[in-house]
């Protein structure tokens, strides 16, 4: 079986360090104490907080480990060290829809650093995966849920 990998770009790996950090050391300390405080109210049956405090617990454990997983396995890719006009993770395209004149650009980044609204698609999206290995130039075809189009890789930038 091959070994996990998560390709992300130093600035998310830094964020991910972040966000660990804050989870151990803020955030589980804060659930501990809810959880604690919850307890003295008495009969753990029918309390709420308590409950309440136990499931925040268990989805704050879980993101801890989903987060130090992916630290684990990090493949931090340094696109500076690719071809300049080849399409990469931790590169920004610009493409052209043909018969469009409108161009789209996008930094493609890991799955975990995915923010499509500010212009960072995961490099598991269907974008991504369709123009990953490309270059400058290249005409592709990109398949999205709403349907294929064929765009031409306008820019490529680290």
Excluded: C, W
């Amino acid at each position: 079986m091959p070994e996990k990998s998560y390709p992300m770009t130093a600035e998310g790996k830094e964020k991910l360090e972040a966000e660990l950090k804050n989870l151990k050391v803020v955030k589980r300390p804060e659930v501990i104490e809810r959880i604690k405080v919850a307890r003295s109210y008495g009969d753990l049956s029918e309390n709420s907080e308590y409950d309440a405090a136990k499931d925040e617990q268990s989805h704050l454990e879980d993101r801890i480990n989903v987060v130090e997983e992916m630290l684990k396995y990090a493949q931090v890719v340094d696109a500076t060290s690719i071809d300049p006009d080849e399409v990469a993770v931790g590169k920004t395209v610009t493409y052209t829809e043909v018969g469009e004149t409108d161009s789209e650009t996008y930094t493609i980044v890991g799955s975990d650093e995915s923010d499509p609204l500010n212009g960072k698609i995961s490099n598991d999206s269907p974008i991504a995966q369709a123009i990953l290995g490309k270059k400058k130039g290249q005409k592709v075809t990109i398949a999205t849920p709403g349907g294929k189009f064929d765009a031409i890789i306008d820019k490529v930038e680290d």
